[in-house]
């Protein structure tokens, strides 16, 4: 029974599990705004990673395609625009020193990412157009550098150039898997010639202003792009970028998500059919131990068909038993595990559907059934006479 | 079911007549070897008699008892149970028969373990179509055998002649036509063994027909005929002429 017991509640789990895991993954990318569309160098296929999440440098970015799709009549319904660099340096102000990263913004910085000031001010539209050495702090890095006190004015390092701190953001947490605390943010031309040495961007992000109009605004900034880097093909074949958007994340998490929930699921379901067979085993040896009994069974006038049918009601009636031992441990399982993950800062719904329930005592029933059907069998086929000598 | 096939077959039916065996023979092959274990036997049995059939271990009385019972099919000859032939009868119509009109007890009791006494007698009616009072029924038949203090004990909790006792009541339960006895009291001490025949010897004045099988002349001279058998034939049919009777008292085997 043990092998019921646990294959029934691995399944439950994995499910369970799986549900929760989608769920959170789906809402950490809604928490970014289901409105956002991303633009990076490189072509590559929409269903798959971009290129230059391979580690394949692409340099076909630039700052002007940036300032080409803000406030563009072509593509009227794009709410803000934010070009970026990014890059993992280290920072240092007297004697504490601190890597993190580094990002070169400019743009509509709090219309696309969103956030708030704690302290002082954020770059102006024209510091950031410029190479002028201004940082806004996210929380971790000022608590890291300057603990309780106020960096405002005060001068830090990057890499070893000098920068003054003009504001500190608030504290945001994680969002979209993204650490808002843990960076730095610097005007993206004094990124890409004073910290990287580059003139190419590493990544666009473009607010729509209403979810409905992304399909539409996704093709005008296809064609924006198109027409900067003069590219003539329309169907994209020649594209050096990649245009994704938030829905089109949404779908490549859910297809993945589904193909290893599936994967898992069929791996607990093999541990059932283990179960399966050790109880077969085990019905097999009590026939065997009931041989004398089942040749009385028949002398006093039991038909092969209630012999068959006793056996096989014993066994449905353990594989359920066992059945509902393993989806009371699944849930529970599930709802500890649920607490601990949503203790850790995650939103985690737990949830074990009716249809997984249902799922787990028919299973159970019908192992029962299937695996006991030859047991039964051979009880039903003794022979009365030899059965009741039998030592 | 179906008993009589066409009205003749009801006139030629004796009332009386139990069982009428024809040259009936059993075959046992395993592998090359074939084993004769009854070479063409033929006797009949009426209802009320007290029959041993008596014989050396290897003589085939229990092979005969097991197709006389029904739990083993012949393979030449004929066998009218009441009348009719069992040869055409399906597999689940000889359970049904068993069910219905055999009553069987055994040398080693057969008893269904780790169950109370009650629920052994009451065995033979859970495959049973009639509707009856099964607790109702069962009780009786236990105080009948002189048990109706143990309704409730366990079969490891009562002694080896208690337990025999409980297998008559189980095989009285559905009231049979006729009673099989194979070595009722092997097993048991002379006391408990002449209290078991004890009470066969009143069912049979009752009026059950009881077939016993064993190898004593002592045991098997409680019945009123003894039809001996030895290498599968049947060398005598006797009425026996000095009977022994429980009431004689405790006889050492």
């Keep these: ?391 | 079911m179906l008993y009589y096939k066409n009205k003749d077959d009801k006139k030629l039916f004796s009332k009386t007549m139990l069982i009428e065996v024809k040259n009936l023979t059993r075959e046992y092959e395993s592998g090359e070897l074939k084993t004769l274990a009854l070479r063409g036997v033929s006797f009949n049995i009426e209802k009320g008699e007290f029959v041993s059939i008596m014989g050396p271990s290897g003589s085939g009385k229990s092979t005969l008892m097991h197709i006389l019972g029904l739990l083993e099919r012949h393979n030449e000859g004929t066998y009218k149970f009441e009348g009719h032939n069992v040869e055409n009868l399906s597999d689940d119509e000889l359970a049904h028969l068993r069910n219905e009109k055999i009553g069987f007890i055994f040398q080693s009791f057969n008893l269904l373990p780790r169950t109370s006494v009650l629920e052994n007698v009451k065995l033979p009616l859970l495959y049973s179509d009639k509707k009856i009072e099964a607790d109702e029924r069962a009780k009786k038949v236990l105080e009948a055998v002189g048990l109706g203090h143990r309704l409730n004990y366990h079969t490891n909790q009562i002694s080896g002649g208690e337990q025999q006792r409980v297998a008559i009541a189980r095989a009285l339960i559905n009231e049979p036509s006729v009673i099989f006895a194979d070595e009722p009291t092997g097993n048991l001490d002379s006391k408990s063994g002449t209290q078991i025949m004890e009470i066969l010897e009143n069912l049979n004045k009752e009026g059950n027909t009881i077939i016993l099988v064993t190898h004593e002349t002592h045991t098997a001279e409680y019945a009123k005929r003894i039809i001996k058998i030895k290498d599968g034939e049947i060398f005598d049919d006797i009425i026996v002429a000095r009977r022994h009777s429980a009431k004689d008292g405790v006889i050492l085997k």
Excluded: C
């Design chain 1, 1 to 391: 029974m043990l092998g019921i017991i646990i294959g029934v509640a691995a399944v439950i789990i994995i499910m369970a599990l799986g549900a929760g895991a989608q769920g959170l993954i789906i809402n950490q990318v809604k928490t970014m705004g289901t409105n956002k569309i991303g633009i990076l160098p490189g072509k590559s296929d929409s269903n798959g990673p971009p290129a230059s999440a391979m580690g394949i440098v692409i340099t076909t970015l630039k700052y002007e395609d940036a300032m080409a799709l803000r406030n563009n009549p072509q593509a009227p319904r794009i709410a803000g625009v934010v070009a970026y660099n990014n890059s993992s340096e280290n920072l240092s102000y007297q004697n504490n020193s601190y890597i993190t990263t580094v990002r070169g913004v400019a743009g509509d910085y709090f219309m696309v990412e969103g956030g708030k000031l704690a302290e002082g001010r954020f770059l102006s539209d024209n510091e950031m157009k410029s190479l002028s050495r201004l940082v806004v702090l996210g929380d971790t890095v000022k608590q890291q550098l300057f603990g309780d006190s106020s960096p405002i004015g005060k001068q830090i390092k990057i890499k070893n150039h000098p920068f003054e701190v003009v504001g500190v953001m608030e504290k945001r947490g994680k969002v979209a898997f993204q650490d808002y605390d843990d960076l730095v943010l610097i005007p993206n031309l004094t990124m890409r010639k004073t910290i990287l040495g580059i003139d190419y961007l590493n990544f666009i992000r473009a607010a729509v202003d209403n979810e409905k109009n992304m399909t539409e605004t996704t093709d005008e900034v296809k064609n924006i792009l198109r027409a900067q880097h003069g590219i003539t093909d329309q169907t994209g074949a020649n594209d050096d970028f990649d245009v994704r958007n938030s829905a089109d994340a949404l779908k490549m998490i859910l297809i993945f998500t589904n193909a290893l929930k599936l994967f898992l699921t069929a791996m607990a379901s093999l541990s059932l059919l283990v179960g399966g067979i050790g109880i077969m085993n085990i019905m097999l040896v009590r026939v065997n131990e009931r041989t004398r009994e089942i040749g009385l069974r028949k002398a006093v006038g039991a038909s092969n068909g209630k012999i068959t049918l006793q056996f096989l009601i014993e066994t449905v009636i353990i594989t359920l038993i066992g059945g509902l031992i393993g989806l009371l441990t699944g849930i529970l399982v599930s709802f500890l595990a649920a607490a601990i993950i949503r203790n850790l800062g995650y939103s985690w719904d737990f949830s074990v559907s009716p249809f997984s329930i249902f799922l787990a005592l028919g299973v159970s029933a019908a192992i029962g059934l299937f695996f006991g059907l030859y047991p039964a069998r051979k009880a039903a086929k003794m022979d009365p006479v030899e059965a009741l000598r039998y030592e």
